[in-house]
């Protein structure tokens, strides 16, 4: 059984970054694609981005241009760089990844942007 968990959120002011990781306990696992989705109070989950095993991204439109998804130097781990962070984008963080028929999601790491 495979597990995933995510790091690096936190508080940041508006206009500030942040890197959150996503990171497989076993190292030699392998993903169909890993996307980011977030979860603000009240609201439902949304996604946020995906990376194929390929490398192929996909951003919704509302961080677009500010978020980046990337494959850690790890082949485990999947990241998402976070610059330009509104209010709007406070949220719990997750990753889910896809294997086949099989969807794996992290336990989530908060994101609050606030002056």
């Known amino acids: 059984q495979v597990q995933f968990v995510e790091s690096g959120g936190g508080l940041v002011k508006p206009g500030g970054t942040l890197r959150l990781s996503c990171a497989a306990s076993r190292s030699d696992f392998s993903f169909d694609s890993v996307g980011w989705y977030r979860q603000a109070p009240e609201k439902p989950r949304e996604w946020v981005a995906t990376i194929t095993s390929g490398g192929l991204t996909n951003y919704a439109d509302s961080v677009k241009g500010r978020f980046t998804i990337s494959r850690g130097d790890a082949k485990n781990t999947v990241s998402l760089q976070m610059n330009s962070l509104k209010p709007e984008d406070t949220a719990v963080y997750y990753c889910?990844?896809?294997?086949?028929?099989?969807?794996?999601w992290g336990q989530g790491t908060q994101v609050t942007v606030s002056s």
């Open positions: 889910n990844a896809v294997v086949g028929l099989y969807h794996y």
